[in-house]
């Protein structure tokens, strides 16, 4: 019998989850992190669910690595004028980087979670695949791509092949109190969504500077570099004959570039910090399909391994808003090939 940690919210997903290893005849321990903030329902809807489940129940206290590994590099993404997805630093270095590391050193054989995607190990190759869950809505693969042979070999995520209806209905039928609970749709650190708001807080010292065109006119003065992001159009505070949008924004000169809607799109976009996991290395151009944000339908691109360290993508036709600082992921039909941070 394996026995297994499973990483639980407070939500249905990994309620499911856990559901779903015990009936497969997993020996099930639940946990719950405190992270930068614990709210007390999730941790109550979860001791419930696993007093149902007949499982441990335990709280983890990773409030120090989290501010470490996911709100700082959050904040200093911003600062340099980029746009994080701290949820893929998480996923990353505490779910199935401290946690699995937890769960090996106490005798646990893994780290469940509910994840929509799923793990494969390919005999020919020697290699754990990471797959697009079947639920096209709910798929997280692209939140993953950034795990490591050793983490995928030790997870798994059995909501993989299911739907969110399918979850729901499981989570009804076994009686569990989280079973229509409303999904959570902001950054766990940020639950008001205004992400300026929390940097100033954290950070403070982002001072106006200028909105400049193209040619380096000067159009009038933003409030701060931390307020804007790639393809940004509202809340500009400015009147332009034609939309203008957030094209560039330079923290050394504290300015940011507004353009017109085609100066956005681009054809050619390359990674760096690159993480494969279907393969070592892409030693010559890969026809692939490539996403640029989560919720970006992946388009079809020509993909080369331009060093050790870079990917880059070229797609059949120009993508709006590559925006640095989020992830470029790439995919040879619902297998993960890789990915990297855009530049």
Not at 44 to 65: G, H, Q, S, W
Request: with cysteine.
């Amino acid at each position: 019998m394996k026995k297994i940690l499973a990483a639980m919210s407070g939500g249905v997903d990994s309620a499911v989850a856990a559901l779903l290893m015990k009936e497969a005849g997993a020996d099930v321990t639940g946990v719950t992190l405190a992270l930068n903030r614990t709210v007390s329902d999730d941790i109550n809807d979860t001791r419930r669910v696993c007093a149902r489940l007949k499982i441990p129940f335990y709280v983890f206290n990773f409030k120090e690595a989290f501010q470490r590994e996911v709100v700082d590099r959050f904040i200093d993404t911003y600062k340099q004028g980029r746009t994080p997805n701290p949820c893929i630093d998480c996923n990353k270095h505490i779910k199935f980087g401290l946690l699995l590391q937890r769960a090996k050193e106490t005798g646990f054989e893994g780290v469940v979670t509910g994840h929509y995607a799923r793990v494969e190990f390919d005999a020919p190759s020697g290699r754990w695949l990471l797959k697009a869950g079947r639920d096209g809505e709910k798929d997280q693969s692209y939140m993953l791509y950034a795990l490591s042979q050793e983490q995928l070999s030790h997870s798994q995520f059995p909501l993989g092949g299911l739907t969110k209806t399918e979850v729901r209905a499981l989570a009804e039928e076994n009686g569990l109190i989280n079973a229509h609970k409303r999904d959570s749709q902001d950054i766990c650190f940020v639950p008001d969504g205004d992400y300026a708001a929390f940097i100033q807080r954290e950070a403070g010292g982002f001072p106006p500077g200028d909105f400049v065109g193209l040619k380096g006119e000067v159009y009038g003065t933003h409030k701060g570099i931390i307020h804007y992001t790639i393809g940004q159009r509202k809340g500009l505070g400015l009147s332009f004959p034609e939309p203008m949008y957030v094209t560039r924004i330079d923290p050394a000169e504290n300015t940011v570039t507004l353009a017109p809607q085609e100066a956005l799109f681009a054809k050619t976009v390359t990674a760096r910090g690159i993480n494969l996991i279907a393969c070592e290395s892409l030693p010559s151009p890969i026809r692939a399909r490539v996403k640029l944000r989560y919720r970006h339908v992946p388009q079809p691109a020509w993909v080369e391994q331009t060093g050790p360290d870079t990917l880059t993508a070229v797609f059949d036709a120009p993508q709006r808003a590559p925006t640095p600082g989020q992830a470029m992921v790439v995919y040879d039909g619902d297998t993960v090939i890789g990915g990297g941070v855009i530049e």
